[in-house]
């Protein structure tokens, strides 16, 4: 992946996003019958037709994608919940709380189960103004880390496409201003060691009689 830890980390490409986020749990209802599955990751089911089950994205996707389930839309993606975010938002120099994964779910759901989700349409708008809203707000964030010697930057409720967006650019502000301040603090210490106290000038000194 081309995601690695450090200082110098890149950032991750959308299908690896996409990939993280597949983990996420989520709701189906079957309309088979069948027993549980084993995965690495875990069991899941047993599915019974008409009875709600959690399963990971990538499971519920695939189920779609064979007609064996519907997908139930999460309750952060209805019309009212994304009007109340989006107003908050728009009021509040904060970021509301959203799912870490919310642009990657979102935009998988519309790809692969559009038909399961209420008033789809306007859904899609709500959270590409919520993105605008929340980007102009990290936009004015970055304004300041460049204009203001910063050490640290705490940004609560990030996404996780906001993060790996923000990341190779704040890590790497702070890590110049400290690397500015370091330096800084070498060549004062310098400057101090390097100054010789200066003989006081006190005139011509009398010769000592002899006793």
């Known amino acids: 992946m081309a995601g690695v830890s450090g200082p110098h980390a890149s950032a991750f490409s959308a299908a690896e996003m996409e990939f993280l986020a597949e983990d996420e749990m989520i709701e189906i209802v079957p309309n088979m019958r069948m027993e549980p599955l084993n995965f690495i990751s875990g069991d899941f089911g047993p599915f019974r037709p008409q009875i709600p089950t959690e399963v990971p994205l990538w499971l519920a996707v695939s189920l779609r994608k064979r007609g064996k389930c519907t997908i139930r839309t999460p309750e952060w993606m209805s019309v009212e919940k994304l009007t109340q975010v989006l107003e908050a938002e ?28 209420p008033d ?18 990290i936009g004015t964030g970055l304004e300041i880390i460049s204009k203001e010697r910063t050490y640290a930057l705490r940004l609560k409720n990030l996404s996780a496409m906001e993060a790996n967006i923000v990341r190779p650019f704040v890590t790497k502000a702070l ?16 400057h101090i060691s390097n100054r010789q106290p200066q003989a006081t000038n006190r005139g011509p000194r009398r010769q000592l009689k002899d006793r």
Do not use: N
């Open 90 to 117: 728009r009021d509040s120099e904060k970021f509301q709380p959203l799912p870490f994964h919310y642009v990657e779910i979102s935009r998988l759901l519309f790809d692969h189960a559009r038909e399961d989700i």
């Open 120 to 137: 789809v349409y306007m859904v899609r708008s709500l959270i590409e103004d919520i993105k605008d809203v929340r980007f102009h707000k």
């Open 175 to 190: 890590e110049t201003f400290h690397k500015l301040s370091s330096s800084e603090m070498i060549q004062e210490t310098d």
